[in-house]
């Protein structure tokens, strides 16, 4: 963001923390009819020297089912990026409700490996504010960098909808209210997720949204079930892939439909490679079995 001020955090903040915040200024909004103005804080958040707990990712690589590995996987570094990029959400001059909103999207380019013994320097941003058919729409901008240096090896752009939410002077966009047909592939993968799936991934990634934990916590925010976390399932995803997709690679998810805990979730992996050439793509799609529901899609794809 052009005019973008720093913001240097002396540690990573707490998530916990976070959502309490945001709890109490979604209960100030709600008395007072009131929201945070109609443009983006122009603050990039930064924490410098930023180390992964060797233990968390064990545990990490474990349940999304990425091999053990000295290098960082991208969801990972995404899990570890995310409470900086929630402490930009939770400013006072951020212009939507946090708690409820909707991960649209979700890119990441990883242009060099991170090994976990590296200390890292975290930035995190939004911009792009915007209309959508069903509310108000942003981008959050991650990015880590080797402490003390200037390449970006790792940047995650998500997008995050704010449902109902329209801000005055941001027109809606016009979204197409049906989505090309999806005819169900033969699965490659069979995915049988607990209950207990938000509460394992909110353990290994720090993120206890109320609506992944429980069924009580998450009707207390108007959903009947609990549900996954949506880069609980895209990570596992982008494991299923594989360690064909080397170290750099450019890794894109659209979510679709929620998928409500307990569940069974049936997973397509299409592999792109010229003849006697190097991988060039993996295209995913996971889906309801019993419905034929697309849940979500996306692609991993070698950096030109």
């Known amino acids: 963001m052009s005019g973008s001020q720093t913001v240097i955090l002396g540690e990573m903040p707490a998530l916990s923390k976070l959502y309490v915040n945001a709890a109490a200024a979604a209960a100030r909004r709600r008395v007072l009819g009131t929201h945070g103005g109609t443009e983006l804080p122009a603050y990039t958040h930064e924490v410098r020297g930023v180390k992964a707990d060797v233990a968390n990712l064990t545990a990490y690589q474990h349940l999304i089912g990425e091999s053990a590995s000295d290098v960082l996987p991208a969801g990972f570094i995404h899990a570890l990026a995310f409470p900086l990029a929630m402490s930009v959400l939770n400013r006072d001059d951020f212009p939507l409700p946090l708690l409820g909103m909707i991960h649209l999207s979700n890119t990441v380019v990883q242009s060099a490996p991170v090994l976990f013994t590296q200390a890292l320097d975290i930035r995190a941003r939004v911009q792009d504010l915007r209309g959508h058919r069903a509310g108000t729409q942003l981008d959050v901008v991650a990015e880590v960098r080797a402490a003390g240096q200037d390449a970006v090896r790792w940047r995650g752009v998500s997008t995050y909808l704010a449902k109902g939410v329209f801000l005055p002077g941001i027109d809606k966009t016009s979204v197409p209210l049906t989505l090309p047909p999806f005819s169900v592939p033969d699965p490659t993968a069979l995915w049988q997720l607990g209950v207990d799936t938000g509460r394992a991934y909110a353990a290994v990634s720090g993120d206890f949204n109320p ?56 997973l397509d992996i299409s592999t792109v490679q010229a003849d006697g050439g190097p991988w060039q793509r993996s295209d995913y799609v996971a889906w309801n079995p019993l419905s034929g529901r697309r849940h979500f899609s996306g692609s991993v794809a070698a950096l030109p």
Do not use: C, N
């Open 211 to 266: 609506i992944h934990l429980s069924v009580l916590t998450a009707k207390a925010l108007g959903q009947r079930r609990s549900l996954a976390h949506g880069m609980y399932l895209a990570s596992r995803a982008l494991a299923d892939v594989g360690a064909v997709r080397g170290d750099s690679f450019r890794w894109d998810v659209a979510f679709e439909a929620p998928v409500f805990l307990p569940a069974r979730v049936a």
